[in-house]
């Protein structure tokens, strides 16, 4: 990020002191007409933006802030994070402030700019496909659950997500199921293309048209999962990147004859109450988010990269044969 323009900037852009601007940021009284305009002219000319964190600290306040930027909130892995990383930055005494992006880098850009701006003293950040390299002078950040594009000495905290695609595909493998499809989403995230790495390891041999990819809604998933078992040779089973692909292969099941087995990674709140349960590859949240936050708390000069293990929950649907 370039330098931030300072109150002095304003200052001398605007002709006037340095006393003055500080009382029009800070909308104080007795400051005519003719000085707040020019003062506000200068400010919008100059993009400054006022440090909620000087001002804090102006008024006695210590509190720690915390940005915690993620895809979207509503879905449930994330929702599970935010409640994490809350639990343990409050640990620490440490305030936390959520925004979502949707998968747009423009928006995910703009929330790290305005938490900057608005005082949030550093950022974790479960980043978009983008290239995240104008954060290299930016707030400090933690990054969780895939690799930031263009930060290679970025702290991240990722899940073993190579290990859970290969234990997911040998899991149905040892049920007999080769023609295994494959429904993820973006391959230009490192933990969807980590997952599929495993998936791929475990079958060696890929039949490329049961490979799904750039799914993100379960209504797609659902529509994809209905094309491959219309094939001539469909699949007899699915491995699932994340928790909306899962959900998307119920609704896909819910009016079929057929009954494959299927994996999901993440894990979900119904995951136990379908019949059967869902068979899912599982990670403790807590645990990745209290990872992510003693990274930023305890700043180091080499970069850091901490990986949580997973587990499969075995439940019924990934032992269907």
Do not use: C
């Amino acid at each position: 990020m370039t330098r931030k323009p300072t109150m002095a900037d304003v200052a001398r852009y605007a002709g006037v002191s340095l006393k003055t601007v500080s009382r029009v940021v800070n909308q104080e009284p007795h400051v005519s007409a003719d000085l707040q305009r020019r003062v506000q002219d200068a400010i919008a000319a100059l993009g400054f933006r006022r440090n909620e964190a000087a001002a804090r600290l102006a008024r006695g306040a210590t509190m720690l802030t915390i940005g915690l930027i993620m895809e979207n909130i509503s879905n449930e892995f994330y929702a599970r994070l935010a409640k994490a990383v809350e639990a343990a930055a409050a640990e620490h005494d440490a305030l936390v402030v959520f925004g979502s992006y949707e998968e747009r880098p423009e928006r995910e850009r703009m929330l790290v700019e305005s938490m900057y701006a608005r005082g949030v003293d550093s950022l974790i950040v479960v980043p978009s496909a983008g290239d995240h390299g104008w954060l290299a002078e930016g707030p400090r950040a933690v990054f969780v659950d895939r690799v930031p594009a263009g930060l290679p000495g970025a702290d991240v905290v990722l899940l073993d997500d190579v290990t859970g695609g290969r234990m997911a595909t040998e899991h149905l493998m040892a049920h007999g199921h080769r023609r295994i499809a494959l429904i993820s989403d973006d391959s230009g995230l490192s933990s969807v293309h980590a997952r599929a790495l495993g998936y791929r390891e475990a079958l060696e041999e890929v039949d490329e048209a049961l490979v799904v990819k750039g799914v993100f809604d379960p209504w797609r998933v659902s529509h994809e999962v209905g094309r491959l078992l219309d094939l001539a040779d469909p699949p007899t089973a699915f491995f699932a990147t994340n928790n909306r692909a899962a959900i998307g292969i119920l609704q896909a099941l819910r009016d079929r004859p057929e009954r494959p087995a299927f994996v999901g990674f993440d894990d979900f709140a119904l995951a136990d109450v379908f019949n059967p349960g869902v068979t899912v590859v599982r990670y403790d949240t807590a645990r990745l988010a209290r990872a992510a936050v003693d990274l930023l708390l305890t700043p180091s000069d080499a970069p850091r990269r901490i990986r949580v293990p997973v587990e499969l929950v075995v439940r019924g649907s990934g032992e269907q044969r």
